[in-house]
Structures are given as C-alpha cells and as structure tokens.
C-alpha cells in the first residue's frame, strides 16, 4: 500500500510558503476584514460593525472602560469619537456623563436573542447599516451611519429611533 498523504502536505505547504496562484492567502485576509498585521481594515460597514460587537463582548470588552482612546478611534469618526472620550472620561468626579447606558444597545441591563446585522446600504462614501436584536424580549433597532475614510470606514453616528441618536445624547450637557 502506498500512502500518498505525505507528497499532498508537501505541495500544500510549498504552495502556503509559495504565496502562488491557487493557493495564496491574501484573498482570506481581505473576507475577513484584516491586514496582514492583524488589525481591522473596515473593509465594509458590516465588518465594522461585526468586530466592533465581538469586541465589545456585550460591554465587557475595552471599547467604553475609559483606559484608552485606541478602540475608540479604531472604529469611530473624529467628531463621535471625541464626544465619546468626553463622556467617558471628561465628566467631573462621581458622575457618569450622558454616557449611562451601553450605546451599542440602547440600554443599561442586556438579556439578548436574535442578533442581527443588516447589510449596508452605500452610496459613495456613506453607508447605513441596521443592527437588529432583542433585549428581554423587545424588539431594538439600531441604524448605524458610517463614512468611508482614507483608513476605512468609521461610525459617524447611532440612531436608536424618535429622534434619539448617540450624538445628540452625547453632546447634551452634563
């Protein structure tokens, strides 16, 4: 009996190392979204917003804990992103800033089911993307509106229905 499994790993790996044509692994790197040194290139709204979610770790992640700036720029634009900091970090002493609920969310307590993110919809630079779940048993929609800038696209605003959007909130005084 001949066994033939050792030349396949043989062109597989020479193939992998290789980077030739039918076996080259920067078409995977772009499906999901990621450069070759790790980081999101927010390769489309939805992605964005995918690993924007997974990151988040149903707020126990580092996106909103207020240690660092980093998360927040890397899916947010400028002008939300500074108004996030200083809701996060600015308030005064003992207060918790427009920012008392989890903004991916709408909410302050979570019991999801039936997660859901919307294809987006583009035209040229700007895109919307609904975000559809349920939080103890109650229909959320969130609409997210991004803009595609030079490093990828980036959240511009939420908007959670009733005219409530994160922007609005955030720059209320407090």
Not at 128 to 138: P, Q
Not at 148 to 172: F, S
């Amino acid at each position: 009996m001949v066994d033939l499994t050792r030349p396949i790993v043989f062109v597989v790996l020479a193939a992998l190392a290789w980077g030739g044509g039918f076996c080259s692994l920067a078409p995977a790197a772009a499906q999901t979204g990621r450069r070759p040194g790790g980081s999101s290139a927010a390769a489309s709204p939805a992605a964005l917003i995918r690993d924007l979610y997974r990151l988040h770790n149903k707020g126990y992640g580092p996106i909103f804990d207020g240690k660092s700036r980093k998360h927040i720029e890397r899916y947010f634009d400028r002008p939300l992103a500074d108004l996030l900091s200083k809701n996060i970090i600015g308030p005064p002493s003992g207060e918790v800033g427009n920012l008392d609920f989890d903004p991916l969310f709408n909410a302050q307590d979570l019991s999801l089911s039936e997660f859901r993110i919307g294809e987006a919809r583009i035209r040229r630079d700007m895109a919307t993307s609904l975000v559809r779940f349920k939080n103890d048993g109650r229909k959320v929609r969130i609409t997210f509106h991004l803009r595609k800038r030079a490093t990828g696209w980036k959240i511009t605003d939420l908007d959670y229905g009733g005219g409530e959007t994160l922007v609005k909130i955030l720059k209320k005084p407090f």
